[in-house]
């Protein structure tokens, strides 16, 4: 069994990449022995707060933002940090080579239903001089680093350095993480797709087409049978996408007119793009790459259509349609 550790040293990453790596490691153990604990940890429920985004917050998103704050803090390659939870980007160290993105708690409304929620991690360059939000100010394509720990029947991680997406599961007798998949791959192909089915007269026309074809099935234009899943997490979604291929969207709509889009750029949709790209998938807004996006404020939203390469091309051509 080759350990996490281990495996980073073999693919000859740079030795601070890995140090910042193993400390985002160890953020999801710990997070992971919360999520676990459950009730009996006192985690669950909501806290008497809204996050910047103007969502209530569980306890659980706060006490996972804190943590992984506190870590990255004491981590002297860590220049600064931007988190879902809070409202402006934190300096950390003034030497520090790199800046980290992240959402603490993705799917936290699964909390209290012992359903799926995960850690989403993006990591970028560190610039020259101050850390503000202009630092963070960079497209997906600089990232060196991304990856999202899972908590589920299993703790695992899904990783990519831009040499493939690799993946890993906890061991809970040593609190490593293992190497069980060194290189993941999305089939091209796929009958299965995850969409929020409830917003969909807010859609545009393109996505609203494209779906009722492949609801349609057999006897519609496809000619075929599709499956329909939804975990309510992002990231539970991509992991499937990941084990076993198919589509994951979610599309721009006109339910709430301030806000067309739900996930946010820099700490979800990034990260999420260079792991499903690593593994021989696609990841589009439905009209541009997301990682070729020059993002404009920290917690920027975009619309998201990732996953097995031949479907999202098909989902685009409904896109260049109109």
Known sequence: MQRLRE????????????????????????ISQLVRGGALAGVLGVADSENVQGETQKKLDIIANDLIKD???????????????????????????????FDPLDGSSNIDIN??????????????GEVNEAAFMQPGTNQPCACYILYGPA???????????????????????VLVDEQV??????GEFAINMSNQRFWQAPMQDYIADLISGKEGPRGRNFNMRWIAAMVGDVHRVL??????????????????????????????????EQAGGKASTGYERIMAIEPEQIHQRVAV?????????TCLGYHSKG
Not at 7 to 30: H, K, N, R, W, Y
């Open 243 to 276: 084990s076993r291929g198919g589509l994951f969207t979610y599309p721009q709509d006109t339910k709430n007119p301030d806000k067309p889009f739900k996930l946010r750029l820099m700490y979800e949709a990034n990260p999420m793009s260079f792991l499903v």
């Open 185 to 190: 791959t999305v089939p091209a192909q796929t």
């Open 7 to 30: 495996t980073l040293s073999l693919q000859g990453l740079p030795s601070e990449l890995q140090q910042l790596i193993l400390t985002l490691a160890d953020c999801g153990v710990e």
């Open 71 to 101: 870590k990255l803090g004491a981590n002297p390659l860590v220049k600064g940090i931007a988190s879902e939870e809070e409202t402006d980007v934190v300096a950390a160290n003034a030497d520090g080579q790199y800046l980290v993105c």
């Open 305 to 313: 259509i990732l996953g097995s390469a031949d479907e999202v091309d």
């Open 115 to 128: 359903s799926l929620v995960g850690t989403i991690f993006s990591v970028l360059p560190a610039p020259q």
């Open 155 to 177: 703790t695992v991680m899904a990783l990519t350095t831009g040499k493939g997406t690799q993946m890993y599961s906890l061991d809970p007798a040593s609190n490593e993480f």
